[in-house]
Structure formats: structure tokens, C-alpha cells
């Protein structure tokens, strides 16, 4: 597809209408018509930061598996806007970047976690799986239903699956703090955190969590009691 050469300004004139009419469509279809969304990503390191801001929230409607490695890089720009933007831009990535046929049986999983139907979400996450095996936030969600169910291995496993397929995963890489929060290995519970971290450094539950565990495992001298994770 031929692309015309990129500028923030021209860029600007196309994205603002779309975005504040929050027509997602339109976006895509005006932004896309001119660039690639990859074509995007060197905007991520405009000087204006409302220029960088506008590309975040651009790339999670219209981005694609390409462009999260500049949204993860995004995650660490000083305009914490842009962080926010960059990280709700990856989550809007990874629940669509499953193929077409695992959408159904992922949606309904996301409903019945909302439901709090663990097992079901689980048996429905394990579909979408089995039709697209590389399906990250599949395993991410049946992550969250197993954690739900005290199931803290199985929730381990899933995350670990999750960062095989999309390093990037900060959410999957704290599920891997939670579990091992929950099983009393503290020393395995902060190496988590700390990579969810370095990862998404604007995350406070988390950099509550590592303090709270610091303080714990400075005062436990080698308890392995349970300990109850935050979850947000």
C-alpha cells in the first residue's frame, strides 16, 4: 500500500476529528488510508507530548502485533498521559489479536470471569485456545479464572505461557507475583514484580505489593504463611 510520508501535524489533522467524536471507525479508516500503524510508532518520540499522546490512543484503536514493542516502550515516557495511554492501547491489542474463530469462545469467557463463572470462563478460555494456540490474552484470562479458583499453579503456568508469547506482558508477569504471593514464595513473588516493574513502571499496586513483601520477608526470618494479594 503506498504511504505518504509521516508528520505529526498531518497526522494531528487526520486523528483529532475521529478522536474527539470518539468514532473509533472513522479513526481507523482515515489513519490507515494514509500509514501503516507500525509507520506510526517514531511519533511516539515527538518532543509534544500531545503529539505522543494521540498516537497511544491511536495505535490501541488501529494497532497490531507490530506496534507493541514501541507501546511498551511507551510505558516509560515521563508524560504519565502517555503511559496510561500506551498501556490501555496494549491491552486493546492483546484482547484482539487472537484469530477470528477464537474471538467467540474468548468473549464469552471474558463474560463469565465478569460473572465470576471461573470454571466456565476456564473451559471457554481453553477453547479459544485449542482453535488459536497463540492467542496470549487467552491464556492471560483462564490465568485470572484459575487464580480466582485458589488455583495458584495452574494460574502460574498460564502467565508463563502468556510472556512466551507476548514478553511485553505486564499484566501476566504480576499474575506470576500474585501466585507465588499466594503460595508464600516470597523471594519468586518480588523477582515477578520487579520484572512487572521494569516492564510498566507506573503500576502503584504493584510497587505497594514489593513493599509490602520487602517488609515481610525482612520480618518472617523464612515464614511461608499465606499472604493475600491485591489484584489491582
Not at 488510508?33 to 509507520?39: A, N, T, V
Not at 498521559?81 to 500506551?86: E, I, K, L, P
Not at 494456540?133 to 494460574?155: G, K, M, R, T, V
Not at 514489593?210 to 526470618?221: D, G, Q, Y
Amino acid at each position: 500500500m503506498p504511504t505518504q510520508p509521516l508528520d505529526a501535524q498531518e497526522f494531528l489533522h487526520v486523528a483529532l476529528p475521529a478522536i474527539r467524536t470518539g468514532d473509533a471507525d472513522q479513526l481507523a479508516a482515515a489513519v490507515t488510508s494514509r500509514w501503516r500503524p507500525k509507520e506510526l510508532c517514531p511519533l511516539l518520540a515527538h518532543p509534544e507530548a500531545d503529539v505522543r499522546r494521540v498516537v497511544a490512543i491511536t495505535l490501541g484503536l488501529v494497532g497490531d502485533r507490530p506496534v507493541v514493542a514501541c507501546l511498551a516502550h511507551a510505558l516509560h515516557d515521563p508524560d504519565e498521559q502517555v503511559n496510561h495511554m500506551a498501556e490501555h492501547g496494549l491491552w486493546s491489542i492483546w484482547f484482539r489479536l487472537g484469530s477470528p474463530q477464537a474471538a467467540g469462545p474468548f468473549r464469552q469467557g471474558v463474560a463469565q470471569l465478569a460473572q465470576e463463572a471461573y470454571d466456565q470462563a476456564i473451559a471457554s478460555f481453553q477453547d479459544a485456545i485449542a482453535i488459536d494456540p497463540d492467542f496470549a490474552e487467552a491464556h492471560n484470562q483462564c490465568a485470572i479464572a484459575h487464580f480466582f479458583l485458589y488455583e495458584w499453579e495452574p494460574s502460574i503456568l498460564c502467565c508463563q505461557r502468556t510472556i512466551e508469547l507476548m514478553p511485553h506482558h505486564f499484566g501476566a508477569m504480576a499474575g506470576i507475583g500474585h501466585g507465588y504471593t499466594q503460595m508464600g514464595r516470597l523471594d519468586r513473588a518480588l523477582e515477578s514484580y520487579r520484572a512487572a516493574l521494569r516492564i510498566n513502571p507506573r503500576m502503584p499496586a504493584i510497587a505497594r505489593m514489593i513493599t509490602r513483601l520487602e517488609e515481610r520477608a525482612h520480618s518472617a526470618n523464612g515464614s511461608s504463611g499465606v499472604f493475600i494479594a491485591s489484584q489491582s
